[in-house]
């Protein structure tokens, strides 16, 4: 990778981290985890859906900041994405929409993919190891 294509890696790593932590945490410190399990019920899901998607916005928010297993926490978290946006499609384009618009979630879905192709970049504690992978 090109110092370019590093520091891209490095921003969008800690731009999709930082979102997926800050959305876990609304549902555990706003919402709280049984208003979650509530809102997942009242849109399909089941409701021990809730506790999952908790974990795995907030753990791999927290392995995306450090730049562990950047690929696969990526490609991890697309059904998580793609569950927004199949919660909010009804509501229309534009997330200020009245129950929010599917373009935000479908956006962060295409750059987890994104991320997932980019790797972790050299910015990250797994950096040492893709290098090693690499030459080999």
Same mark, same amino acid.
């Not at 090109?2 to 555990?28: C, E, S, Y």
């Not at 849109?43 to 809730?50: I, M, S, T």
């Given at each position: 990778?090109?110092?370019?294509?590093?520091?891209?890696?490095?921003?969008?790593?800690?731009?999709?981290?930082?979102?997926?932590?800050?959305?876990?945490?609304?549902?555990?410190?706003?919402?709280?985890?049984?208003?979650?399990?509530?809102?997942?019920?009242?849109?399909?899901?089941?409701?021990?859906?809730?506790?999952?998607?908790? $974990?795995?916005?907030?753990? &791999? /928010?927290?392995?995306?900041? !450090?730049?562990? %297993?950047?690929? =696969? @926490?990526?490609? +991890? *978290? #697309?059904?998580?994405?793609?569950?927004?946006?199949?919660?909010?499609?009804?509501?229309?384009?534009? $997330?200020?929409?009245?129950? &929010? /618009?599917?373009?935000?979630? !479908?956006?962060? %879905?295409?750059? =987890? @993919?994104?991320? +997932? *192709? #980019?790797?972790?970049?050299?910015?990250?504690?797994?950096?040492?190891?893709?290098?090693?992978?690499?030459?080999?």
């Amino acid at each position: 990778m090109n110092q370019n294509t590093d520091i891209a890696a490095l921003l969008l790593r800690l731009a999709l981290g930082t979102m997926f932590i800050a959305h876990g945490l609304l549902k555990v410190m706003v919402f709280t985890l049984p208003g979650t399990v509530g809102f997942f019920e009242q849109v399909g899901f089941p409701g021990w859906l809730a506790y999952v998607v908790t $974990f795995a916005e907030i753990g &791999g /928010g927290v392995l995306l900041l !450090a730049g562990v %297993a950047v690929p =696969a @926490v990526s490609i +991890a *978290l #697309l059904p998580v994405l793609l569950g927004a946006v199949y919660v909010h499609f009804g509501s229309g384009w534009v $997330f200020n929409n009245a129950n &929010g /618009g599917w373009e935000y979630p !479908a956006f962060l %879905a295409v750059a =987890a @993919v994104v991320q +997932a *192709l #980019l790797g972790p970049g050299k910015f990250a504690l797994q950096a040492p190891v893709f290098a090693r992978l690499r030459s080999a």
